[in-house]
């Protein structure tokens, strides 16, 4: 049975910002002559009214099932952490206001130090991180570092650009392999990072791997190996925008979304993670509403982003097989291995049997144990639809999984870690990425079945 849905507020963080602007225009209107015009909102109040209305982490002490948290998730926050009988959960007042109306009590979290950081002045955009944050890469950056690596490792890297952003950036696909002008019949590997604008230690991580794998072919004999007998694919930024926008006002936003415009609505962004075309809005796992931070678009792949990723997937069907057999999609936070299927929770479910969900599993356990995180099927933390890992495995029959990064908790800067953290956090995932590219040429020797599944001809 689904869990309920609750009755929300729509458009909740619109009218409250409507509300702010107009207690601050309120003086200064009534001051005015009867016939004359209302003053316009300045940038200083419209900073402030949105600075208010940022969301906030909060406290969930009860939800102890996947039921419970899917209920909660509901309400159209986002689940950021689960523990066995709390969550921790971003939401802005509206979507608090509909928590508290199930009963729950929410104890506000502290804002990490970015976010309590001082603005800059209204109307200036930013264009880097705030102080403690100044190695994270901006968008231009890491375009300038990897433009650096194509340039020094020619015949180890390529670049192209796949397709462009709701606002205009592009979005890339860097190439790993010997030989790497040349479409060999090799096994192909997708990692993907940065579907969720507040998640910028997943850039990092793909920014690590691409640095790794340049620097180190021929005195490594692994990644040697790896280069010389697959292809490696890496989107480094699948939301440029809503990356730039989280950090343009000199403070974090925790903006989570795209910056599309939502139609027929004052409300800006999708949720990426909740608009793939597989299974999309099909379980309760995401929200119709575009105040909601989970919000899944108008219609599945409606994301500009979505589509620019999900064509370059269907791009690489060679012959009529898919070359792409393994991925990760690189998130942060909560330190979790994840595969499908998020939107039942049910182990197998259309399309996969029960030797696929044993390989998932057997390759998902084993990559955690060598990183130290906690592996699980999705939706043993709550229900969730329209994510790429079920549409990779559901429309591609690609073995596809989430890292869900450091830290495993707000208490260790949730969304927004220090950048000392970078080096040892992006590395801690080289020996299971590694795992992934040596069992892609027959995920199914995981489990003893390679003569069965991976036979030529």
Known sequence: MRPHTP???????????????????????????????????????????QRAELPHQYEVRGPAT???????????????EAHAH???????????????????????????????????????????????????????????????????????????????????????????SKNVTKDEAEPEVLFTAHQHAREHLTVEMALYLLDEFTGKYGSDDRITKMLDSREIWIVPDLNPDGGAYDIASGAFRSWRKNRQ???????????????????????????DDPADETYRGPSAASAPEVQVVS?????????????????????????????????TYDETGPGMTQDDHDTFATIGKKMAASNGYTPEQSSELYVTDGAIDDWLWGDQKVFAYT?????????????????????KETSRNREAVLQLLETADCPYRAIGKEAQYCKEG
Request: proline share 8%.
């Open 311 to 343: 064509k370059f997937v269907h791009s690489r069907i060679i012959g009529g097989k898919q070359q792409i057999k393994a991925a990760i999609d690189f998130h942060t936070y909560s330190e979790l291995v994840l595969w499908p299927f998020g939107f």
């Open 7 to 49: 009755t929300r507020i729509r458009g909740g963080r619109t009218t409250v910002l409507a509300a702010l602007l107009s207690l601050a225009l309120a003086a200064p209107i009534a001051a005015q002559a009867q016939d004359a015009p209302p003053a316009e909102p300045t940038a200083a109040t419209r900073d402030a009214a």
């Open 86 to 176: 709390a969550v921790v959960i971003t939401a802005d007042r509206a979507q608090a206001t509909a928590v508290r109306g199930l009963g729950y009590s929410l104890r506000k979290l502290p804002d990490p130090p970015g976010v309590a950081a001082s603005p800059a002045a209204p109307g200036t955009r930013v264009k880097d991180f705030p102080a403690g944050y100044a190695k994270y890469h901006t968008y231009d950056e890491a375009r300038q570092q990897i433009d650096a690596l194509v340039a020094k490792y020619p015949d180890l890297l390529s670049k192209q650009t796949i397709g462009t952003s709701h606002e205009g950036r592009d979005i890339l696909a860097l190439k790993l």
């Open 261 to 287: 415009p939502a139609p027929d609505s004052q409300e800006v962004g999708t949720d990426l993670n909740r608009n793939w075309d597989f299974k999309w809005g099909c379980c309760d796992g995401s929200s």
């Open 403 to 423: 890292f869900e990064m450091y830290p495993s908790s707000a208490g260790s800067g949730g969304f927004y870690p220090k950048d000392t953290v970078i080096p």
């Open 66 to 80: 996947p039921a419970a948290r899917t209920s909660l998730a509901a309400t159209g926050v986002s689940i950021d």
